[in-house]
Nanobody
Framework: QVQLVESGGGLVQAGGSLRLSCAASGRTFSNYDMGWFRQAPGNEREFVEAISRGGGSTRYADSVKGRFTISRDNAKNTVYLQMNSLKPEDTAVYYC???????????????WGQGTQVTVSS
């Protein structure tokens, strides 16, 4: 079992930055792709960005290209999402996820974090 706990959410003005962290338990962290998803009010949960097991590859949604950067530190069992140039439309609950094929069209999420709220004001 893998437990994921997000932190770093909050309220920020448009154009600002936040860094989300996701701390994972267990010794199997490096077995999984890791990713971030978000769900805004009235919307379905959507893919944001993912990183491969060893951290060598990433994939991102067009909506965050050039603004968000995912990274992972397998020694610390932690994945990060650096969010820059934030926009009001980035407002959502952000969820950390561990699974397989997260960088591909078909994704399988085995574990979800509890979510952390990000609110961007204009």
């Amino acid at each position: 079992q893998v437990q994921l706990v997000e932190s770093g959410g909050g309220l920020v003005q448009a154009g600002g930055s936040l860094r989300l962290s996701c701390a994972a338990s267990g010794r199997t962290f490096s077995n999984y792709d890791m990713g971030w998803f978000r769900q805004a009010p009235g919307n379905e949960r959507e893919f944001v960005e993912a990183i491969s097991r060893g951290g060598g590859s990433t994939r991102y949604a067009d909506s965050v290209k050039g603004r968000f950067t995912i990274s992972r530190d397998n020694a610390k069992n932690t994945v990060y999402l650096q969010m820059n140039s934030l926009k009001p439309e980035d407002t959502a609950v952000y969820y950390c996820a561990a699974g397989f094929n997260l960088l591909r069209g078909t994704r399988t999420v085995n574990y979800w974090g509890q979510g952390t709220q990000v609110t961007v004001s204009s």
